[in-house]
């Protein structure tokens, strides 16, 4: 006979999957990851407003309100004029895809550009291949120099009438690079050209460097020709999975993608985003996270981040058959070993639990907040007896 609906042993499934998920949930052995475990409040918050759908303003005016405080406080941080426009998004790569289909719209509206190319950094993450596909682009990838940075002579031989848009990597995912946004900046109002930063990784990161006596980059809206940002909050600030924002220099920008939606409870609610139903707790919980834990609690993150990145590269460089692949600027490394191929070293430690990734030709590891001395000695004692194997 089947069971009725009230048969259901909640607390039976809720210990399965305790059992289940009890490694995962721990990050324990992480070391590859830009994404943390929330606060316990953010943990609740979720499970409280669990019914909110952004999507539906009409119905939720008052989370509406939240995510434009959200909003206001991350523009803030990337010093965005007063008429900055923006949205709460599910991660980099919506972001980074608004940001691209904004600049062919844009570049469409205001100077006739159809089947328009794409400039960006070999360095660019993969969700712009999603975009440059999903939204038909053409693209010139250009390549990076020795500090892995775009490199700014070849753009400027790349860059001509068909451009729609130039990418700028505000910490790059393999290396945490920053390309100099400054010259970007200039190419991009010389040519009037959309100019969108990546900054998904390092946009809650740079902004605290000098808080921590460290030498930052200039990416964001200080720049005059920046016209859009992405930065995610489910990596280093600590938000709940996924979330992410894009924040535009101006309406003239956003409107190009607005789309008006009639049906739903306010008939007149436009939406800048890709998705449509948009979960409305994590919203709240970054309202939480943001006005009441705020720039001493950012300002922890990087700290500790930092702190355990030098000590990781410490470690490393006392390992003889390991070098480094480039000076971390921020919290990601890369490295290499004369023992064995980067994908069998990361097989190897996924033996002993721990996650690492490679990319391009390099091991790499992002070095979260999560993380502690004992974790690091622990990983570095397996690693060195991996390598002695
Ligand atoms: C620089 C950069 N941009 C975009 C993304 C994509 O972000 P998401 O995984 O949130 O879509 C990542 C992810 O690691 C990233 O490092």
């Not at 039976?12 to 721990?26: G, H, P, Q, V």
């Amino acid at each position: 006979m089947e069971k009725s609906i009230s048969d259901i042993d909640q607390n039976k499934i809720l210990e399965e999957l305790k059992k289940r998920l009890a490694f995962e949930k721990s990050y324990n052995k992480v070391l590859s990851s830009m994404c943390t475990p929330p606060l316990e409040i953010s943990r609740l918050i979720s499970a409280e407003y669990a019914e909110i759908n952004l999507g539906d303003p009409g119905l939720f005016p008052e989370t509406k309100q939240i995510e434009f405080d959200v909003l206001n406080i991350i523009a803030k941080i990337l010093h965005a004029p007063q008429e900055w426009t923006g949205s709460i998004t599910s991660g980099g790569s919506e972001s980074n895809l608004l940001g691209c289909w904004v600049a062919r719209n844009w570049s469409k509206k205001t100077k006739g550009i159809k089947n328009g190319t794409l400039l960006l950094p070999e360095s660019a993450h993969a969700s712009f291949e999603k975009a440059i596909d999903i939204l038909n682009l053409e693209s010139k990838w250009i390549p990076l120099t020795s500090k892995n940075k775009l490199d700014i002579e070849i753009l400027k031989e790349e860059l001509d009438e068909t451009t729609i848009g130039i990418i700028g990597i505000a910490g790059a995912t393999g290396t945490g690079a920053c390309d100099d946004i400054k010259a970007l900046s200039e190419i991009a109002q010389d040519s009037n050209s959309y100019l969108h930063v990546d900054a998904a990784h390092g946009g809650m990161i740079f902004p605290y460097m000098k808080e921590i006596g460290r030498q930052a980059p200039v990416f964001d809206f200080l720049l005059e020709g920046v016209s859009s940002i992405t930065l995610d909050t489910h990596k280093i600030m600590g938000g709940l999975i996924p979330g992410g924002s894009i924040i535009y220099r101006s309406s003239e920008f956003s409107d190009t993608i607005a789309k008006g939606i009639t049906y739903l409870s306010d008939s007149t609610t436009k939406q800048l985003t890709i998705t449509g139903t948009r979960p409305g707790n994590s919203v709240i919980a970054l309202w939480v996270l943001l006005k009441y834990y705020g720039k001493p609690f950012m300002i922890d993150r990087v700290k500790k981040s930092f702190a355990l990145t030098d000590y990781t590269v410490k470690k490393l460089r006392g390992i003889s058959s390991i070098s480094l692949t480039f000076d971390p600027t921020i919290n990601i490394i890369g490295f290499t070993n004369t023992k064995l191929s980067n994908e069998s070293l990361v097989a190897k430690l996924k033996k002993f639990g721990w996650d690492l990734s490679f990319y391009s030709n390099w091991t790499r590891m992002v070095i979260m907040p999560h993380f502690s001395i004992e974790m690091i000695d622990k990983f570095i004692k397996d690693l060195e007896n991996v390598l002695k194997e």
